[in-house]
C-alpha cells in the first residue's frame, strides 16, 4: 500500500524567508511523486512533479529515495505562495493505472 | 484555455435522498477520476474511467455510489441514498493517456443535512 505523510499542518512564515514543506512516502517501488497546489478560491493544480527536475514559480523539490521524502523548498517566500500544498505519489508502474495518493495538506501562510 | 467542468458546484441535500454530480473532462482525455475531499483530508480516489471503461472502483461504496461514462466523454457520480459522512467536495480530474498531469474541475461541494 502507499502512503503519503505530511508532518505539517500549518506552516507560517515571514516574506523573504525560506520554506520548505515536508512530504514523506511509503511505497515498495519507486514512484513518481508530485506537488500540487490550491490557491484560494481556486481548482487544485499541479505545481511541480520530481520526474521534470523543474523549478517552477521558485520552487524545487528533490526525490531522496534513501530517506523517502520529496521536500519542496523556496529559499525566499513570497505573499503570492500563500496556499495549500499537496505532495502526491503515483506508482512508478504507470501504464494506464495513473492512480495519486494525496498527503493531507500543509497551508502555508506567508505573512509580509 | 479548456478547463475541466463539473456541476453543480454546491448541493445540499437531505440524508436518504438521491444526489447527482456531473464532470466535462478536457476534450481528448480519456482518463476521468472522481475523488471525494473530506474538510481537512487530501483527495481520495473514488473511481478511474479509461474512456468508457472502470479501471479502478476499488474505493467506491458500492452499496450507495455508483459512477458511469456512458460515451467516453462526460461522467455523472451518483449517491443513493446519502448519508451524513458523505458531506464533502467531489472532485473531477481528467488527463490524456500519455501525462500524468491531471487537471482538476472546481469541484462539487455536498452538505447531507
Known amino acids: 500500500a502507499q502512503r503519503v505523510t505530511q508532518p505539517e499542518k500549518l506552516l507560517s512564515v515571514f516574506k523573504g524567508a525560506p520554506v520548505e514543506l515536508k512530504c514523506n512516502y511509503s511505497y515498495s517501488g519507486s514512484p513518481e511523486l508530485f506537488w500540487y497546489v490550491q490557491y484560494s478560491r481556486q481548482r487544485l493544480q499541479l505545481l511541480l512533479r520530481h520526474i521534470s527536475r523543474e523549478s517552477i514559480k521558485g520552487f524545487t523539490a528533490d526525490l531522496n529515495k534513501g530517506e523517502t521524502s520529496f521536500h519542496l523548498k523556496k529559499p525566499f517566500a513570497q505573499e503570492e505562495d500563500s496556499a495549500m500544498y499537496y505532495c502526491?505519489?503515483?506508482?512508478?508502474?504507470?501504464?494506464?493505472?495513473?492512480?495519486?495518493?494525496f498527503g493531507k495538506g500543509t497551508l502555508l501562510t506567508v505573512n509580509p | 484555455e479548456a478547463e475541466v467542468a463539473q456541476s453543480p458546484r454546491y448541493k445540499i441535500t437531505e440524508k436518504s435522498q438521491a444526489v447527482a454530480f456531473w464532470c466535462d473532462p478536457i476534450s481528448g482525455h480519456a482518463t476521468l477520476y472522481w475523488y471525494r475531499q473530506i474538510l481537512g483530508q487530501g483527495p481520495e480516489l473514488l473511481v478511474q474511467?479509461?474512456?468508457?471503461?472502470?479501471?479502478?472502483d476499488s474505493q467506491l461504496p458500492k452499496d450507495r455510489f455508483s459512477a458511469e461514462r456512458l460515451k467516453g466523454v462526460d461522467s455523472t457520480l451518483k449517491i443513493q441514498p446519502a448519508e451524513l459522512g458523505d458531506s464533502a467536495m467531489y472532485l473531477c480530474a481528467t488527463t490524456q493517456g500519455s501525462n500524468n498531469e491531471q487537471f482538476f474541475g472546481p469541484g462539487t461541494r455536498l452538505t447531507v443535512l
Open positions: 502526491a505519489l503515483m506508482p512508478g508502474s504507470g501504464g494506464s493505472n495513473y492512480k495519486l495518493t
Open positions: 474511467f479509461q474512456d468508457e471503461s472502470v479501471v479502478d
